[in-house]
C-alpha cells in the first residue's frame, strides 16, 4: 500500500500562478525519491504541499491511510519529518534542544510552549545525534556548527520525530559538493536501515543518478518523468531542465 496518495493536487498562488499542474502521485514506503527539476519547476510547493505547509488549490492528499484536512494535520505531519535548505534550526539553542523540538509533534502544544521534554524524549534526541554521527557536539550552540552538521541536527530532527517518511526541499544546496555527497548519502542510509522513505528535492541531476531508487522530473508545474534513473536519457533530461522561452523558439522555428 503506497505511503503517501497525492490525487489530483494542484497550487495556484494569491497572485494567480498556476505553480503545480493537477498531478496524482504515489510515495511508497522505504523509496529514495528525487524530485528534480530546475529552479521554479514547483518542486518546493509539491514538498510544502505533501506536509501541509501549502493548502492545496484542488486535489487530496492522504498519508499513512488518512486524508489530511485541517483536522488530521496534526497527527499527519508527525509521520512527516521536514528537512530544509537552509536548516531552520533555532541557533541560539544548543543542538540538543533543537533535536527535542522533534519529540513535540507528538504532544499537546502547551509543553511545546513550556520546551517539557521527558525521559524518554532525551533518549531518542541522543539516538537520533549518535545516529547522524552528531553525540560530541550535543551541547554545543546549533550556530556555532559548519553547514553540513547543521544539516545533520536538521536530519537527526526529524528522525526524532519517529516519521514515516522525511521530505527534504533541497537539504544540500547550502553545501559544498563534497558535504553534499555525505548528506545524501547519510539520508539514503537512514532511509534503507530505518526504513523510512525519503523525497527529496534536487537540481543536481548527477546526486538524483547516484542516490535515487525513482526520480521525478518536474518542469513548470508538471511532473514530464517518472521513473528509476537508469530510464533517465538524455533526451528526457532535456525535457525536465526545458526552459519556457526555449519552447518559444522551438515554435518559431516551426
Ligand atoms: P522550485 O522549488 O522548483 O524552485 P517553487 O515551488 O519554489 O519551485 O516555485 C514554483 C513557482 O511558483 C516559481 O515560479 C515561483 O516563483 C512561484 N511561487 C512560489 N511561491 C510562491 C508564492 N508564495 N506566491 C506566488 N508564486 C510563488
Known sequence: MPLIHIEQISKRYSNNFLALHPTTLTI????FTVILGPSGAGKSTLLRTINGLEQPS????TVDGRQLTPDSMQRSRAKIGMVFQQFNLVG???VMTNVLTGCL???PWYTSLLYLFTKKDYELAHWALDRVGL???AWERADQLSGGQQQRVGIA?????RPKVILADEPVASLDPVTSEEI??????ICRNEQIAVVASLHQVNLAMRFADRIIGLNQGQVVFDDTPSALSSDMLQTVYQREDENFQMEMAH
Not at 28 to 31: A, K, L, R, S, T
Not at 184 to 189: I, K, R, Y
Open 28 to 31: 511508497d514506503p522505504c523509496c
Open 58 to 61: 484542488t486535489g487530496k492528499i
Open 92 to 94: 541560539r539553542l544548543n
Open 105 to 107: 509533534y507528538h504532544r
Open 135 to 137: 553525540t560530541d557536539k
Open 157 to 161: 530532527r526529524a528522525l526524532a520525530q
Open 184 to 189: 545524501m548519502g547519510l539520508l539514503l542510509e
